[in-house]
């Protein structure tokens, strides 16, 4: 699978965006919905971070640190994950990833997806 995020931009602190992950075909719809899938994001010199993720089940788990700001989504006839991102603070600015795996159970161990998309960036001002 490869994803494409988009949506990125730069915003004032308190602010909203919503960032998308989009599967490169849409014939892969019928795949798509069997993926279990997350956002991470990433600063320089710092390990990627998980920010939320979404099973197959369409349940969800966040960070403590965007848990009631940001939600996930995902719309398996378009094949595209959502990352909406509410009350943006200064120190959510980093390089938005979108990711994907097999398997149906929700995670934010970056180490356990193995398709990845190439980022967008979030800048948050104060």
């Known amino acids: 699978v490869k994803l494409v995020e988009s949506g990125g931009g730069s915003v004032q602190s308190g602010g909203s965006l919503r960032i998308s992950c989009t599967a490169s075909?849409?014939?892969?719809?019928?795949?798509?919905?069997?993926?279990?899938m997350g956002w991470f994001r990433q600063t320089p010199g710092k390990e990627r971070e998980g920010v939320a993720a979404?099973?197959?089940?369409?349940?969800?788990v966040y960070a403590d640190s965007v848990k009631g700001r940001f939600v996930i989504s995902r719309d398996v006839a378009k094949a595209t994950l959502y990352l909406q991102m509410n009350g943006l603070k200064p120190e959510d600015t980093a390089t938005y990833y979108c990711?994907?795996?097999?398997?149906?159970?929700?995670?934010?161990?970056?180490?356990?997806?193995?398709?990845w998309g190439q980022g967008t960036q979030v800048t948050v001002s104060s």
């Open positions: 075909s849409p014939t892969i719809g019928y795949t798509y919905s069997r993926y279990s």
């Open positions: 979404i099973g197959r089940d369409g349940s969800t």
């Open positions: 990711a994907a795996r097999g398997e149906p159970l929700k995670t934010l161990e970056a180490r356990l997806y193995k398709n």
